[in-house]
Antibody, heavy 120, light 110 residues
């Protein structure tokens, strides 16, 4: 059974870079059928898609964050990572990693999520 | 890109049926049959309930069904049960090659 687990600092200072890693177990990150993505949910708000990446290097990002986001894949470790630069308090959220079937068809497996707070 | 429009809340009694709407534009919901629905219990991982407008993943109860008409998609839940109480989100692919979510609907089982 596929499992995804987010890891990384729970507290980031304003203007610094938020870095999270998602470790995938029970399946290969190199599958042609699946893409890998990051989502977030600010306190009291709804889900937001951040970006999606495929092991072949193709990627897609939400326009509002595109200039600050990097998502990379490490096939040797079966992991993918999120970097969000120049963070502010507005980036405080629960961050989820997930698997996407054929990119946009369905987000069929999610991690439990990790709270990242931006504060000095 | 603006979020898809969902009602903030819906409610129903056990055994009843409810419907949650998700309204977008011709650039997202109306333009593709790539609408999906997610159930989210606070503090837990979201769960895929419906994909490609009306398909149910294996293991999801047939009490959940999806449909679409024009720029509005809908999630119907029949035979409401206490465990259905959760937040529900719709999502759609867009002409900009992005994914957009609705604002979410809190379902209360009375």
């Amino acid at each position: 059974q596929l499992q995804l687990q987010e890891s990384g600092p729970g507290l980031v200072k304003p203007s610094e870079t938020l870095s999270l890693t998602c470790t995938v177990s029970g399946g290969s990150i190199s599958s042609r059928l699946y893409y890998w993505g990051w989502f977030r949910q600010p306190p009291g708000k709804g889900l937001e898609w951040i970006g999606t990446v495929h092991y072949d290097g193709s990627n897609y990002f939400t326009p509002s964050l595109k200039s600050r986001v990097t998502i990379s894949v490490d096939t040797s470790k079966n992991q993918f990572s999120l970097k969000l630069s120049s963070v502010t308090a507005a980036d405080t959220a629960v961050y989820y990693c997930a698997r996407l079937w054929l990119w946009f068809r369905a987000v069929d497996s999610w991690g439990q999520g990790t709270l990242v707070t931006v504060s000095s | 890109q603006s979020a898809l429009t969902q009602p903030a809340s819906v409610s129903g009694s056990p055994g009843q049926s409810i419907t949650i709407s998700c309204t977008g534009t011709s650039s997202d919901v109306g333009g593709y049959n790539y609408v999906s629905w997610y159930q989210h219990h606070p503090g837990k991982a979201p769960k895929l309930m419906i994909y490609e407008v009306s398909n149910r993943p294996s293991g999801v109860s047939n009490r959940f069904s999806g449909s679409k008409s024009g720029n509005t998609a809908s999630l119907a839940i029949s035979g409401l049960q206490a465990e259905d109480e959760a937040d529900y989100y719709c999502a759609s692919y867009t002409t900009s090659s992005t994914l957009i979510f609705g604002g979410g609907t809190r379902l209360t089982v009375l």
